[in-house]
């Protein structure tokens, strides 16, 4: 028995399929589904009626040449290719050349018909747009309970503002019944005080998001009172519910940043105007501080009390020096008086009268001279403890 590797097989059926007349260049007609358009500019998508689907691509070179419109979910469309094997994956797909649109797809037609409707009876006018709270305190959410929406959501929220409560009413967001949860949610939170709601989930074709195009939803968005907010798949996906939405985000992530402000960035930044007010502050203050000393400084030599006090000082300053000079030319004075004293007490008449010696007057004159006395004058002597009075009367010469 002989035995083949995967490879092998793969090579082989591709060859089969490739040298097969009428899969080598064919037509094929179906519902666009599953489109995405790749970074590297090629177009993945799928091709399905109600019989089965078929996977295709388009490559960059094929859509310059054929392919003359945005290709969508829903458009119902000739594509010509041809069948080949992808080996890695040993699948076969569509390698399309051209596309032609045919008509339109069921659901892309009833989504005109609802969009047309719902727009004529003013479920999507401006003028009905409730405005989204700039700083709500508590926001709810109608997503799925697991996936990558509901913890996208969560961790924009705890960055932005971790104060918000969250309040999730956990729906189904695809397949049957998640029309009737996603209408439910919306009217539960919209009775609990929310501040805004957030609808939505992540990307998928056209069939995956229907539910956000089902009229009651519609309707249920727009009846709330609470303003919602409507982020569905990617930013080319559009639902019927972003129309009637108070605002529409291109992603949930988005619908989040949108209900609620980076209170986060305003603390952090409100703290370096903090910061930076309270250094200019301090500067300032030291300056007048400066400036009130200085003027102080001024006003005190001005100050009259000041200055009475200064010459209060000053006069008591120059009390004390004429004082003490008084004192010091008293002093001199008095020494001077004293030796003065001595010397005139030396010079002194009354001085000398000791050892007997004495003082004469005759008429209160001195008597200097013999001849200045007469017999019969009334002589004054004058001698040491008192005086004498006598008359002459006798006078003789001395030779």
């Not at 109600?50 to 040449?65: L, R, Y």
């Not at 969250?166 to 919209?190: N, S």
């Not at 995956?208 to 089902?214: C, S, T, V, Y």
């Not at 030291?286 to 000082?313: C, D, H, V």
Request: aromatic fraction near 10%; hydrophobic fraction near 35%; proline fraction near 3%.
């Amino acid at each position: 028995m002989k035995i083949y590797s995967v490879g092998q097989i793969n090579n082989y059926i591709k060859n089969i399929i490739t040298q097969d007349y009428v899969l080598r260049s064919l037509t094929i007609k179906g519902e666009v589904s599953n489109c995405k358009y790749h970074s590297l500019g090629h177009i993945y998508f799928s091709l399905k009626d109600e019989t089965g689907t078929i996977p295709a691509v388009m490559f960059k070179g094929s859509i310059q040449k054929g392919l003359n419109f945005r290709l969508e979910d829903g458009q119902m469309v000739l594509a010509a290719g041809s069948v080949g094997v992808y080996e890695r994956d040993g699948r076969y797909q569509l390698y399309v050349t051209s596309i032609k649109l045919d008509g339109k797809g069921n659901l892309f037609e009833e989504f005109e018909r609802l969009k047309y409707k719902l727009n004529e009876e003013g479920l999507f006018d401006f003028d009905n747009k409730k405005p989204i709270p700039k700083y709500p305190k508590k926001v709810g959410i109608v997503t799925a309970k697991t996936g990558a929406a509901i913890q996208d959501i969560m961790n924009i929220a705890r960055r932005r503002n971790p104060y918000v409560e969250l309040f999730l009413y956990p729906a189904k967001v695809q397949g049957e019944g998640a029309a009737d949860t996603i209408v439910k949610g919306i009217k539960t939170l919209d009775t609990m005080g929310m501040d805004t709601i957030i609808i939505g989930r992540g990307g998928g074709s056209m069939e995956d998001l229907w539910a956000f195009n089902e009229e009651k939803v519609v309707r249920a968005v727009y009846e709330a009172n609470t303003p919602i907010i409507s982020g569905t798949g990617h930013e080319v996906d559009i639902t019927l519910a972003d129309y009637a939405a108070d605002l529409r985000a291109p992603t949930p992530s988005a619908a989040c940043e949108l209900a609620i402000p980076d209170i986060m960035s305003t603390i952090n930044q409100l703290d370096k105007y903090k910061n930076y007010f309270n250094n200019n502050i301090r500067l300032k203050l030291s300056s007048y501080w400066y400036r009130l000393e200085k003027y102080e400084a001024g006003l005190s030599l001005l100050n009259p009390q000041a200055k009475l006090e200064n010459q209060t000082q000053y006069l008591s300053d120059a009390y004390d020096r004429l004082k003490n000079a008084m004192n010091n030319k008293f002093n001199d004075y008095k020494h001077k008086y004293e030796l003065l004293s001595i010397r005139l007490n030396g010079l002194s008449p009354t001085a000398k009268l000791v050892g007997g010696f004495g003082y004469i007057e005759n008429k209160d004159k001195p008597v200097t001279d013999i001849k200045d006395v007469k017999i019969g004058d009334k002589l004054d002597i004058t001698i040491k403890g008192g005086r004498i009075e006598t008359v002459v009367e006798s006078i003789k010469d001395i030779e």
